[in-house]
């Protein structure tokens, strides 16, 4: 096996990730067009979409890491939008973008359009998640945006299976495709349900932080390839577990949760950095099939498909906001009268990505009595088109759409005051609970090491009410940037002299980690401290 591409696949597209956060693109967006450029440079080894390698190996842990970083409370509060848009639009998306492309595009069988529609349908977890990040969208269309991208893939996998079923002759009936959505759902979230709690049992009870962390490391594709054994939903069973693991991870070990987090960022960022940029070096692979379809035809089919996607998604999102509110009259006293500027934000953040070229890379090159399957190379072209023209159209427009609209973002100083309250509330058990220890004669502490807890406490207290001061008029930096500075080159003074020790023999190198490592954990403490 050459490993060579995929090295330069890893490095190139991390790389041009990292160059993505000095430019006022996102960098979902730059991969795709570097990938899109780099696929006709000579040398460069091709690249195709294997949907056995993408769906088991690439999606659970990007989905996992997306659930984890989501608050269940949050999703709940927003469960009927995130409802409508992650089964209500993907069902109405496979229908409309089916029934549409089945009356643009001659000789194309309307169980081959529908495998097209379903294939579109779902908005993609990454892209959502990584432009949401960048743009500072209000906090609730984040919340449904990512809800909505966590779980629609269950429901566009769900439904493609239904169509192709349909398309290649295996006599599917609306009884079975309901029947075979409803073993999906039910059993992705059992499956969910059942793994979670053990996996979290086995996480909090687990001594050591390195076997924690590769429990981490393997929970989204248990939870996947267990889900997938019984041809439930391994997508929804990588959400259940990750969001109760998520809502629970202050119950592991400190250590566990520092490593944690460090572990899976660079997993995450690595995987989508990669899987944007494969989506790019697609082109060469597409168009290669095309045949009687390349020119103007093609292309009219994919800019017809493309405006189908993105009206589709405005046709169902305007009545899904609008609608329970004129039926139910406690929703109307519950929640806030919606404006028509949230919902045209949703309706434009609907970017296609990697699940749906994996989806549709899956779909076989023949039919069950051996003749070729239906136009597969046009849906293939399709696909990509839609996939390149969202991330790209919508991606890049995005963010001057929410500057125009003004809509309100988060509210950086009342965020300030309630951390600094719970901060307080916080340290106030936290100092009680001290009292008590130290009346304890077993817990007896010199003076000055009693005193230094209470600082500790009076410090951290201190450091959210002090965010919100001034600057200092000399360097400009708050009084927690400057703490930060002081705490980061007296800890680098220390540093330099533990160095110069090793090297004159005074310690050993084993020695050098263990204070070097002492210091890093305290650099971290007051960073984040301050942060």
Same mark, same amino acid.
């Not at 494969?278 to 498909?305: D, N």
């Not at 994996?358 to 136009?375: K, V």
């Not at 406490?457 to 927690?480: H, I």
């Given at each position: 096996?050459d490993?060579?591409p995929?090295?330069?696949?890893?490095a190139g597209?991390?790389?041009?990730a990292?160059?993505?956060?000095?430019?006022p693109v996102?960098?979902?967006?730059?991969?795709? *067009?570097a990938?899109?450029?780099?696929?006709?440079?000579?040398?460069?080894p091709? @690249?195709?979409?294997?949907?056995?390698?993408?769906l088991?190996?690439?999606?659970?842990?990007?989905l @996992?890491?997306?659930a984890?970083d989501?608050?269940?409370?949050d999703?709940?509060?927003?469960?009927?939008?995130?409802?409508?848009?992650?089964?209500?639009y993907?069902?109405f998306?496979?229908?409309?973008?089916?029934? *549409?492309a089945?009356?643009?595009v001659?000789?194309l069988?309307?169980?081959? +359009?529908l495998?097209?529609?379903?294939v579109v349908?779902?908005p993609?977890?990454?892209?959502?998640?990584?432009?949401?990040?960048?743009?500072?969208?209000?906090?609730?269309i984040?919340?449904?945006?990512?809800g909505?991208?966590?779980?629609?893939d269950?429901?566009?996998?769900?439904?493609?299976?239904?169509?192709?079923?349909?398309?290649?002759?295996?006599?599917?009936t609306?009884?079975?495709?309901?029947?075979e959505?409803?073993?999906?759902?039910?059993?992705?979230?059992?499956?969910?349900l059942?793994?979670?709690?053990?996996?979290?049992?086995?996480?909090?009870?687990?001594?050591?932080?390195l076997?924690?962390?590769t429990?981490s490391?393997?929970?989204?594709f248990?939870?996947y390839?267990t889900?997938e054994?019984?041809h439930?939903?391994?997508?929804?069973?990588?959400?259940?577990?990750?969001?109760?693991?998520?809502?629970?991870a202050?119950?592991v070990?400190?250590?566990t949760?520092?490593?944690?987090e460090a572990?899976?960022?660079?997993?995450?960022?690595?995987?989508e950095?990669?899987?944007?940029?494969?989506?790019?070096l697609?082109?060469?692979?597409v168009?290669?099939?095309?045949?009687?379809?390349?020119?103007l035809?093609a292309a009219?089919?994919?800019? +017809?498909?493309?405006?189908?996607?993105? *009206?589709?998604?405005?046709?169902w999102?305007?009545?899904?906001?609008?609608?329970p509110?004129?039926?139910?009259?406690?929703?109307?006293?519950?929640?806030?009268?919606?404006?028509?500027?949230?919902?045209?934000?949703?309706?434009?953040?609907?970017?296609r990505?990697?699940?749906?070229l +994996?989806?549709?890379?899956?779909?076989?090159?023949t039919?069950?009595?051996g003749?070729?399957?239906?136009?597969?190379?046009?849906?293939?072209?399709?696909?990509?088109?839609t996939v390149?023209?969202?991330l790209?159209?919508?991606?890049?427009?995005?963010?001057?759409?929410?500057?125009f609209?003004?809509l309100?973002?988060r509210d950086a100083?009342?965020e300030?005051?309630?951390?600094?309250?719970?901060?307080?509330?916080a340290?106030?058990?936290?100092?009680?609970r001290?009292?008590?220890?130290l *009346?304890?004669?077993r817990?007896?502490?010199?003076?000055?090491?009693?005193?230094?807890l209470?600082?500790?406490?009076?410090?951290?207290?201190?450091?959210v009410?002090e965010?919100l001061?001034?600057a200092?008029?000399?360097?400009?930096?708050?009084?927690?940037?400057?703490?930060r500075?002081?705490?980061?080159e007296?800890?680098s003074?220390?540093?330099?002299?533990?160095?110069?020790?090793?090297?004159?023999? @005074?310690?050993d190198d084993e020695?050098?980690?263990t204070?070097?490592?002492r210091?890093?954990?305290?650099?971290?403490?007051a960073?984040?401290?301050?942060?």
């Amino acid at each position: 096996m050459d490993v060579m591409p995929l090295l330069l696949l890893v490095a190139g597209s991390a790389a041009i990730a990292a160059a993505a956060r000095r430019t006022p693109v996102p960098a979902p967006l730059l991969l795709v *067009a570097a990938g899109l450029v780099i696929s006709y440079v000579p040398g460069v080894p091709e @690249y195709t979409l294997d949907p056995h390698v993408v769906l088991p190996l690439l999606l659970p842990p990007l989905l @996992y890491t997306s659930a984890s970083d989501s608050s269940y409370l949050d999703l709940r509060a927003q469960l009927r939008p995130v409802a409508l848009l992650s089964v209500g639009y993907v069902l109405f998306a496979t229908f409309v973008v089916g029934w *549409a492309a089945y009356l643009i595009v001659p000789e194309l069988p309307l169980t081959a +359009a529908l495998v097209l529609g379903a294939v579109v349908a779902p908005p993609d977890a990454v892209a959502a998640t990584a432009v949401a990040r960048r743009v500072g969208l209000p906090s609730r269309i984040t919340t449904i945006l990512q809800g909505e991208s966590l779980v629609n893939d269950a429901t566009a996998i769900t439904a493609y299976r239904v169509a192709l079923a349909a398309a290649v002759g295996e006599g599917a009936t609306w009884a079975g495709g309901i029947g075979e959505f409803l073993l999906a759902a039910v059993g992705g979230v059992g499956i969910g349900l059942l793994l979670m709690v053990p996996l979290h049992w086995l996480r909090t009870h687990l001594k050591e932080a390195l076997l924690q962390n590769t429990l981490s490391l393997l929970i989204p594709f248990v939870a996947y390839a267990t889900a997938e054994q019984v041809h439930a939903s391994g997508v929804l069973a990588v959400v259940v577990v990750a969001l109760y693991l998520g809502h629970r991870a202050w119950e592991v070990d400190f250590a566990t949760r520092l490593q944690e987090e460090a572990v899976w960022k660079m997993v995450a960022f690595v995987l989508e950095s990669a899987v944007f940029a494969l989506i790019g070096l697609q082109l060469p692979v597409v168009l290669r099939g095309l045949g009687e379809y390349e020119g103007l035809s093609a292309a009219w089919y994919a800019v +017809a498909v493309f405006l189908v996607v993105v *009206a589709s998604r405005f046709v169902w999102v305007y009545p899904a906001t609008f609608l329970p509110r004129l039926l139910s009259a406690r929703i109307r006293e519950r929640e806030d009268h919606p404006t028509w500027k949230a919902p045209f934000v949703i309706g434009w953040a609907g970017m296609r990505g990697v699940v749906s070229l +994996a989806i549709a890379f899956s779909i076989p090159l023949t039919m069950h009595h051996g003749e070729p399957f239906p136009e597969r190379n046009l849906i293939l072209f399709l696909t990509f088109t839609t996939v390149i023209g969202t991330l790209v159209l919508q991606g890049l427009t995005l963010p001057p759409l929410i500057r125009f609209l003004k809509l309100p973002g988060r509210d950086a100083q009342a965020e300030t005051l309630a951390e600094a309250n719970a901060q307080a509330q916080a340290s106030r058990a936290a100092e009680r609970r001290l009292d008590e220890l130290l *009346a304890d004669e077993r817990n007896a502490l010199p003076p000055p090491l009693a005193d230094r807890l209470r600082q500790v406490l009076e410090r951290r207290r201190n450091s959210v009410w002090e965010r919100l001061g001034q600057a200092n008029p000399v360097t400009g930096e708050s009084v927690d940037d400057t703490y930060r500075r002081l705490s980061r080159e007296m800890i680098s003074a220390e540093r330099a002299v533990f160095v110069k020790l090793r090297d004159g023999r @005074y310690i050993d190198d084993e020695m050098l980690r263990t204070l070097l490592r002492r210091l890093d954990l305290e650099e971290a403490a007051a960073y984040r401290e301050a942060a």
